[in-house]
């Protein structure tokens, strides 16, 4: 018999137990928010006097959670499920030192809120769960699964998660660790998850998938909306063919065709680190899924494409065909490795690049083998592939292509990107293969692809050789070559000691006076055409269309390669 102790009265109940005290103590608990002008978590100390005590009681029952009711965990059990209500969130409070060990289930259209104490060391160490009818061939018996829940989510689209505070560790064998769940069989119609909505403001978060599932997004689906102001979030496939962050498992089986895209990705904070596994992206898409949309703020963040995978952006291409998907860039530090043939941003192996923009922040881009820094992976048999896109306004990027990668652009036997770069600071860096061919820094590093477009803004300078430490300053006509025909190149804000002394460098080519800086097309690409001058004071919008003078409109634009706001 389970009993709920209210009154000192003890009542029979049939399928869970609570404690509900007569006279509550308080209880207190950290809840945070973004604020959005100063950009940080704020925390506010909270407490409460109205709640449900969950004890544990239960031994091998479920504890089914009331829609705006708040339970706590004030000493560690061992519970087999909490199911979070349908409509308005419950809420659960961890107490620091406390654990509780539960698969937490969240629905479609259900969802939780979780919270912790001030030293956010209160733990939930959720587990998946899979029941598996075992065929003869045991490397496909994760195929053969019948049912599979996320450690953290659902058994098919996961609901709504929002975590505040504590430590919670999510693993699951098949489907995603926080996200969506679901199956593949040979005799029936396989179900799959998708990841669901989830907002991450404090605590540490570690999820690990499975076979079908991303360690935070879909299960043989596309990713959810994740949303990270802060904490510490790791998130791991633990199978094939999922991303760390994103898409679940796209492979395709039993004649169905399975949704990996890599949904909705925000970061405003915190640190990040995801890893893919082989044929999917670190953050992004799973196998045969394009980079859905990634939007940094700022943070630290860190991402780890698997084989044929994107570090951001899609994984490997099979026969749909996909893209890097969209990836914005504001703010933080962002640092991204391909796997092998697969981009550091943008497109894995046989998959085209992203629309990728960069406003500010560091970004450091690595391809896998055969692939660019930021740009495609390798063209291997789903052909013809590109680069995507990059426009920079401003920060600090580098992009390192290996092989016959190009830094930004093409990988091996691929089509380059369309570039524009309007401020900052952007080296690439062709790979090893390339530079021993004049590959390009900028372009298409293999002899069967093409170039791309490139435009680069008056400002700007560019220094460009066979390495970082052989580099020449080339004139301003000669600028759009230098990055094509060499392998290294750095292109940077032109200084007054440049302005001083930049035509005993390079002869009277420049012209200090002139502040032409229009862009033509020129044999199919793009090419920039004047010269810097002492006296260039150039304005743009942020389609990067040249204005007359300084705007008189309220917004943002470039100015001299910056970003600045007229008010």
Known sequence: MYTVKKLFVALPIATFAFVEAWANESVNFVKRSWDNVNKRVVDTDTSITDYVELDGSNKNGTYTLESGKWYVVKKSFLRNEIIAPLGDAANLIVFDGATLSSRIIIDK?????????????????????????????AFHYQYYTATSRAAIGSGGDMGTLVIHGGTITATSYVAAGIGGGGYKSSTEKPVTGKGGDVTIYGGTVTARGGTGGAGIGGCYDDGGVLTIYGGKVTATSGGLHTAGIGGGNGHKDYGYTFRSGGGVVNIYGGSVVARGSEYAAGIGGGENGSGGTVTIWGGNVKAYGGADGAGIGSGEQLDDKINGGTVTIYGGYVEAHGGDFGAGIGGGQDASGATVVIYNGTVAAFGGDDAAGIGSGEEYVSGPINGGSLTVYGGDVFADGTGWGAGIGAGQDADGAVVEIYG????????????????????????????????????????????????????????????????????????????????AEVGNSLKKTTTSGDARIQEGRLDAVGSIGRHVDHWYDLQGRKLNGRPTDQGKYLHNGRVEIVR
Not at 109 to 137: C, M, P, R, V, W
Not at 468 to 480: C, D, G, H, K, M
């Open 424 to 503: 900052g600071k952007v080296v690439a860096w062709a790979g090893e293969n390339a530079g021993k061919k004049n590959g390009s820094a900028i372009g298409s590093a293999a002899s069967e692809g093409h170039y791309g477009k490139l435009y680069i803004a008056d400002s700007l300078k560019v220094k460009a050789g066979q390495s970082a430490y052989n580099i020449s300053l080339f004139p301003f006509e000669t600028r759009v070559p230098a990055c094509r025909w060499r392998p290294y190149a750095r292109i940077e804000q032109v200084s007054l000691v440049d302005k001083v002394n930049i035509d």
């Open 109 to 137: 259209d259900h969802s939780l809120n979780i919270f912790g104490q001030s030293g956010d060391s209160g733990k939930i160490i959720a587990e998946g769960y899979s029941k598996t009818t075992h065929s003869e061939d």
